[in-house]
């Protein structure tokens, strides 16, 4: 089973000038971008883990897309994960990134992103 990246949206990848879609790319969010490809390149598995839905997640999708941000899901676990142990609704990855994160991460995030 592949590593696992759960990355959140906003004020992760995007920074979120105002809900639902007016989002601009930052430095820190540019470091992210480089962060999800690579460990794409490295064979992770990549979740988008978001609480968007409907319209502002297409929005989302289409911004993950247009800045080649590879996906692999979207606000769902792994298949061999799902086959394990069910569709749960919590996401298990090896490693998050989200602006609300405690430590380093968290603090670059919010102050660069």
Known sequence: MPKILAV?????????????SDSSVRLGNRIVHWYVRRKKT??????????????????????????????DAINENEPELIAKYGD???????RSLDDTQFGLTGFLLRHFC
Not at 50 to 67: F, G, K, M, P, Q
């Open 42 to 71: 490295q064979g992770w598995y990549i979740v988008l883990n978001t609480c968007r839905h409907d319209d502002s997640l297409r929005y989302a999708v289409e911004l993950c897309n247009l800045y080649r941000i590879p996906l």
């Open 8 to 20: 959140d949206f906003d004020n992760t990848l995007f920074h979120l000038n105002a809900f639902p």
């Open 88 to 94: 749960t609704r919590k996401i298990a990855c090896t």
